[in-house]
Structure formats: C-alpha cells, structure tokens
C-alpha cells in the first residue's frame, strides 16, 4: 500500500517546511505540497519523491487536496513539526492493530457526555479534553473531533476503505 505525506505551506514557512520534509521523506513513497500563495515552485522543494501543487490560498486544508486518491495510506502533516524516524512506522502498527478500520490522529477533542439528556450550550461547555500532538498521550483515546475545522493536523487514514465506507452509508447501503 502506498504511503504518503501531504502538507499545506505558504512562503513564509519555506525553512520549516524544509526540516518537516527531511524529517518524513524516508518514511513515505511520496511527500505532497499544496503552496498557498507561492507564484513559482522554490528549487529546494524539487525532489523526486515531492509532488507540488500550486493552487489557491486553502491555508492548511490544502493538505487535503490528494485525499481522494485510492489505496494509499494518507498522513496529514504541519508545515512546523519534525517527525521522529518511526513516525509512519509506529502509526501504521497502531492503525493496523485495527484493521485500518480507524482514522488516526494525535490532535483532537474528547466531549463530555449529555447533560441531562441535552448538549451543554456552548462549544466550551462541552469540552472535556483537548489532545494536542505535542503532549504525551498514555493511551489510545476516542475522540469526539478530529481538529480539522481550524487544521487538520496529524492524521492518517486508509482512503479506500473510507470512501467504501462513506459511500455504503451515503447510499444506506
């Protein structure tokens, strides 16, 4: 199955997406850029395993342009961090353990149940905990939101299942 690494960048953040590539290109078969507001490719992106699209400003949704493409392992990344040697490894392992019947991710949202058979009555009120990737986590959680409203920011799912999936409940199937 394929493995690929997509992120979203824009000019200002050429150095640290730089580090962030060098840190995940061994890992995957192909690193993806969307460049918001770039006018030319910078030389440093051009790589064999790097795939470039320059497109309209999608701010970090951009990283989600290829997420359509079928039976591949799809890694959402940010343009800010560095991922250790055995990032995609050790997520695969975890993703496998549940027959890639997950999305993965290590930035999310868990909310508290209902209160009295109703929601609480604002997003606030709701918020149990709040996961972020760069806090050690002791064990697997459920999490009630992905962070992908704002930014989707570390997150690997298995397409072809998904899609299967979505267009099975779309179509009550």
Known sequence: ????????TQPARIETALKTIDSIIDQVDV???????????PREFMHEKIEIHI?????????CFWALNENEYYFTIDDDLIYPPTYVEDMLKKLNTYDDDIVLSLHGKVLKPKFHGKYYPSYFGWLDKNLHCLLMLEKLVRLSILKIIKNLNIIIWMISLYHYKLINKVNNV
């Open 1 to 8: 199955m394929r493995k690929s690494a997509n992120m979203a």
């Open 31 to 41: 690193v993806r850029l969307y460049l918001n507001n770039f006018i030319d490719v």
């Open 55 to 63: 497109g309209k400003d999608l701010r970090s949704s951009g990283k």
